[in-house]
């Protein structure tokens, strides 16, 4: 073993050529505790799920006598005083967040976000149309940041 200090430059870059050289391989449990801690960067917008409490896919008294093939689905998501509306038709998705105010709202699915758009100072944004499976949105303003629960919207 060569006293620390090291007496020159050489011989300090010769100890951390070696220590870099033994840590070429991570270990599992290292990569595993890594990944668990990342994951904890979203904790706050996991918590802040705005639940579902309207659906009119299962609303038992629909509009009208007859529910049409093209009709637009609505859905209502609530967290606290945050709420979010959507319409979802075949063209796409119309929503409303309230409080209004300006931000950005993005449209997800489990493999990633599928569409990203801005939320107009009343509140209002478009987004593309979802794909088969689940999806969630989150937006994000000046004041609160809200994720839907996941739902299937085709």
């Given amino acids: 073993m060569t006293p620390w200090p090291p007496a020159d430059d050489d011989e300090l870059l010769g ?5 870099l050289d033994e840590a070429r391989e991570v270990p ?3 990569l595993a505790a890594a ?4 994951a904890w960067r979203t904790i706050d917008a996991e918590l802040a799920v705005a639940e579902l409490v309207f659906d009119s896919a299962c609303d038992p008294a629909p509009a009208g ?3 049409s093939a093209g009709a637009a689905r609505l859905l209502t998501f609530r967290r ?8 979802v038709t075949e063209e796409g998705i119309v929503g409303q967040l309230s409080p209004a105010g ?3 709202v993005t449209a997800g699915t489990a ?4 569409d990203r758009t801005e939320i107009d100072p009343v509140g209002y944004f478009t987004l593309a149309p979802a ?4 999806v969630r949105l989150r937006a994000v303003t000046t004041g609160f940041t809200v994720t839907t629960s996941w739902v299937c919207l085709t």
Avoid at 131 to 134: E, I, Q, S, T, Y
């Fill in 28 to 30: 599992p449990e290292h």
């Fill in 35 to 38: 990944r668990a801690a990342f």
């Fill in 65 to 67: 006598p007859l529910r």
């Fill in 102 to 104: 300006g931000g950005q």
């Fill in 131 to 134: 794909p088969r499976g689940p």
């Fill in 111 to 114: 493999a990633g976000d599928y």
């Fill in 15 to 19: 100890e951390l050529s070696a220590a």
């Fill in 80 to 87: 606290g005083e945050v709420v979010l509306e959507i319409e």
